[in-house]
């Protein structure tokens, strides 16, 4: 059989239009602008707006990448929305965005892995692919976090944002690397997703967590975290997944020219790339504008690096994240 390997063709992101900076945030919480910037690398982050929902941004984000991949949305055989924050208990907000985009064949279904629900969704999207069960996926990491937190508990609530970010895969056939590429570069040798791992610890649940549920209380509830345990624990996890992607494919550390992390915290960040040895320009950060969006920031990373150039063809990325269960996950892919 032919082997396939998913290839990224297309980016798009999308941020609701209102801005909350520390500073207004101090304004109605015990906070300051000195000790979120310091702890957590946070300068401001996006809120959707009233009647704004996951679905809309999810929408967003993904017309921008299916205009970016330059193809029909008819083309779609696969949807995935990695999201904690759905419209509604049910259907999935896949299906809501699949009837908005065009998209009439296949299936669409919402992932469940919190901060790690892209990463999540794009080894569901990458396996399906590779199975030839699919041909062009869209994934679509979306969030308005900004919807389950207590803005009473200081200890969270500066910490994330509300935002979208998506990615159109095509699956390609490995013998067709031999060949030129498009414009008879031969640019694409060796392109796409080489390989995803993910991992999960319910051992880990009550670490960081939503009070509240359909099946325990029937109302949404609020994010509760063991701050410190967390990040403990992702530190030490991000680095262990990194390392399994590298020996996967054979590769070195010092073979990553971006890293393209979960935007969770600053201070996280920094630890993974020292422990990776990556200089801090070489590494994507965005957290300081649009704070923690969950599944939503690794596309919303990798967009930014991508449209303003710093990513480019024949690039070695590594995408990583850990999130509540707790989830955790990489994925080393050739731009
Ligand atoms: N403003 C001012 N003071 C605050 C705030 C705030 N927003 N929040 C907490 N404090 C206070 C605490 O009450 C405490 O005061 P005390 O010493 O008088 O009791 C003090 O600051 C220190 O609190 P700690 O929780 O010990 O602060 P720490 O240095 O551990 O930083 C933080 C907290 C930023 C949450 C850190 O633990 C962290 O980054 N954890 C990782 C969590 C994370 O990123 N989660 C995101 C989801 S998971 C993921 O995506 C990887």
Redesign the pocket.
Known sequence: MKNIRSEIVGCGSYLPERIVSNEELAKRI???DE??TS??GIRQRHIAAEGEFTSDLALNAAQKAVQHADIDPAEIDLLIVATTTPDNTFPATATKVQSRIGMANGAAFDVQAV?SGFIYGLAVADNFIKCGQTKTALVIGAETFSRILDWED??TC??FGDGAGAVVLKGRGEDDDEQPGGNGSGHNIGRGILSTHIHSDGNLYGL?YVDGGPSTTQTVGHVR?N??E??RH?VNNLAAVVDEALDANGLARSDIDWLVP?Q??K??IDSTAKKLDMPAERVVLTVETHA?TSAASIPLALDTAVKDGRVKRGDLLLLEA???GLTWGASLVRW
């Open positions: 015990d906070t300051t000790w979120i702890r957590s901060c200081r200890t500066v910490l960081l975290m701050g410190r967390v990040f992702a979960h969770a915290n201070r996280i923690n850990m999130g509540g």
